[in-house]
């Protein structure tokens, strides 16, 4: 998980990873790397000719006393200004629109991988990890170009032609001033592998927060009602405290530069007064040199500065960025498998031939399952809660594949065909329904995003929705919040099998789609599911036994195999596992109707 480095990926060096920002995109965008580049060197040029017009000033000036040179000089000086101003302003608009476009389509990759990854793996992570690494890849990727951008651009070109002047004028002096450099760059590198680790503890932090915040978000009710919001402001403020500390942390790093720097600097500036000084008084050298030196040492001291640091403020930063890549270099748990035949259905017969299944190894939760749903009827499924039920739902699926044995729709074997075409023909409906963003029609569309409006009301009404539909102001433009925070159980249920009939699938799966209604509304959701699954091949779970009295074959379902199986009367008539569930639940509840309770008893 987050906390640790995944150990099956690569890790990438810092240098790896920047190669892949830019390079992967470096031939898309080399006419405007080009022309970057170019404005680029246009303004660290005017920048270095200014400096070493100061000396010319000051020989004209003083030297030679010349005023009309040192005014044709001045108004040099203002275009030299005026031409590196648009230089950097064309300079930063293009790398920015390269940069903005490098981290959009590092978030496209991202979004298809998630998408291309099984159940399994979401069911280890908590989803506000991709949020952050979501978030964070963004934000540090702009960061990281802007940083390369402006420490290549316009610190390294400025740098280079302010040496440039400072060895011009004064060869010696400059060769004595770059002797700090070796001592900075040692110092550099240890502080640089401090801000990396510094960075990670700072993204778990901020991952944990998000994780407190969505949950307490998502189980606000719960939060309330049972007291937690000071348990869940304690959680969160153990991860703010811990992320301010790591920031404080990464403040006094990453500015343990500036001491070292200044005295490094000051230093400098001494040694250089030194011997200009004597150059000037005792060796009778030309004071314009002089000046030009001074100022290009002066310029070229800033971006040297940032330049220093440049490797701690990349390292910081290239965190997000590393979580971004974890995500988009793994391999597809999932992988698009559409080159494969498609599932081509004649009677929609679903059989299990002796499937096994594991979610973990050595806990077996399928063992030996056998059945078949025939063509048109409607099984169900029973039995105790974990006994596998679900489990068989998800493997037709195909949202995990079976350890052993075989599931067959009309004789093909599913992990043979394209995994798309076998859900394009299942409708499934849970019991919890998820409503996405958006209007109820929409979350109709879902189903089929091609239906006209004629078969959203037809398949609304079949649903017993249409009614409630129409009582809001909105109809069918009602917003559904995140989770249709504004409907009631039995509304978003409806909605769902709506959804579930605009699709028009030849097999319904249903997994106690009846469990969270109470008995009204899951009167009329069972209508709606009988004109559901009339004619398709039905496989249903009941929680409750009574829905299910009229299937066509039921399986009891008992720690992952099917113990018996037959049609309502003759298991009662029987006796045996069935009956007796069927009596366990007239007792404990009360909610079953009268007839079916006498026919129980009886
Ligand atoms: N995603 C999962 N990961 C690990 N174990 C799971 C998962 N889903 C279900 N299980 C386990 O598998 C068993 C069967 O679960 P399930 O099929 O949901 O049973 P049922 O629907 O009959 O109540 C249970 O022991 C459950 O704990
Ligand atoms: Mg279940």
Not at 371 to 392: C, H, N, Q
Not at 529 to 548: D, K, Q, S, V
């Given at each position: 998980m987050a906390e640790q480095p995944d150990s099956n990926l690569p890790d990438h060096g810092t240098f790896a990873l920047l190669r892949r920002l830019f390079g992967d995109f470096g031939y898309r965008y080399r006419v405007r790397y080009a022309i970057a580049f170019t404005l680029m060197a246009i303004a660290a040029g005017c920048t270095a000719l200014s400096a070493y017009l100061i000396g010319e000033v000051v020989t004209r000036a003083f030297g030679d006393r010349n005023l009309a040179k040192v005014v044709e000089l001045a108004v040099i000086a203002m275009a030299l200004f005026a031409t590196k101003g648009f230089a950097m302003y064309g300079q930063a608009v293009v790398m920015a629109r390269i940069g903005n476009a490098i981290v959009a389509e590092n978030q496209r990759h991202m979004i298809a991988r998630l998408l291309d990854q099984g159940l399994s793996f979401f069911e280890v992570r908590h989803s506000s990890e991709f949020l952050a690494r979501l978030n964070a890849g963004a934000v540090a990727a702009t960061q990281v170009l802007g940083l390369v951008i402006r420490a290549v651009g316009r610190d390294l070109l400025s740098l280079i032609g302010l040496v440039a002047v400072m060895v011009y004028q004064e060869p010696l002096l400059s060769i004595a001033i770059l002797l700090v450099a070796p001592p900075v760059i040692y110092f550099m590198r240890h502080l640089t592998k401090r801000a990396r680790t510094v960075a990670h503890s700072q993204f778990v932090g901020s991952m944990h927060i998000l994780e407190t915040m969505q949950e307490t978000l998502q189980g606000i009710r719960i939060v309330k009602a049972f007291g937690l919001e000071p348990m869940m402001q304690e959680r969160a403020a153990r991860n703010i405290e811990e992320i301010e500390r790591a920031s404080n942390k990464m403040a006094r790093v990453a500015n343990r530069t500036s001491p070292l720097m200044e005295t490094l600097g000051g230093f400098a500036v001494a040694l250089m007064m030194l011997y200009s000084g004597y150059r000037v008084i005792l060796g009778g050298a030309n004071p314009g040199t002089f000046f030009s030196f001074v100022t290009a040492f002066l310029l070229a001291y800033e971006p040297a500065k940032r330049l220093a640091r440049f490797n701690i403020d990349l390292n910081a930063a290239m965190i997000g960025v590393r979580v971004l890549f974890e995500v988009v270099d793994r391999p597809a748990t999932e992988p698009d498998d559409s080159d494969r035949p498609p599932l081509v259905l004649s009677d929609a017969r679903i059989t299990?031939?002796?499937?096994?299944?594991?979610?973990?190894?050595?806990?077996?939760?399928?063992?030996?399952?056998?059945?078949?749903?025939?063509?048109?009827?409607?099984?169900?499924?029973?039995?105790?809660?974990?006994?596998?039920?679900?489990?068989?739902?998800?493997?037709?699926?195909?949202?995990?594949?079976?350890?052993?044995?075989?599931?067959?729709?009309?004789?093909?074997?599913?992990?043979?065909?394209?995994?798309g075409s076998l859900r394009r023909h299942i409708a499934y409906i849970g019991q919890d329904v998820f409503l996405f963003r958006g209007t109820i029609r929409d979350n109709i569309l879902f189903g089929r995003p091609d239906a006209t409006d004629d078969e959203i009301v037809a398949a609304a009404q079949a649903a017993s929705a249409h009614d409630f539909i129409m009582s809001f102001p909105s109809g069918y433009d009602t917003q559904v919040g995140e989770h249709g925070l504004s409907l009631s159980g039995g509304q978003r249920q409806r909605i769902a099998i709506?959804?579930?009939?605009?699709?028009?699938?030849?097999?319904?799966?249903?997994?106690?789609?009846?469990?969270?209604?109470?008995?009204?509304?899951?009167?009329?959701?069972?209508?709606?599911?009988?004109?559901?699954?009339?004619?398709?091949?039905?496989?249903?779970?009941?929680?409750?036994?009574?829905?299910?009295t009229h299937a066509d074959r039921i399986f009891v379902i008992e720690?992952?195999?099917i113990t018996e199986s037959g049609r309502h009367e003759e298991l009662l008539r029987r006796n045996n596992r069935y009956a007796s569930f069927y009596r366990h639940q007239i007792q404990k509840h009360d909610d079953i109707p009268p007839r079916a309770a006498v026919a129980a008893a009886g």
């Open positions: 299990f031939e002796d499937v096994t299944f594991t979610y973990r190894p050595d806990e077996p939760v399928l063992s030996g399952l056998s059945f078949t749903a025939e063509p048109g009827r409607m099984s169900a499924l029973i039995g105790p809660s974990g006994g596998g039920k679900s489990t068989v739902l998800s493997l037709i699926l195909r949202l995990y594949e079976p350890t052993g044995g075989r599931i067959l729709i009309d004789g093909q074997d599913i992990t043979q065909v394209a995994r709506a959804r579930g009939l605009i699709k028009n699938a030849p097999i319904i799966l249903l997994d106690e789609a009846t469990a969270a209604l109470d008995s009204e509304s899951e009167r009329q959701v069972q209508n709606a599911i009988a004109r559901l699954c009339e004619g398709r091949t039905t496989l249903t779970i009941a929680h409750r036994l009574h829905t299910i720690s992952g195999t």
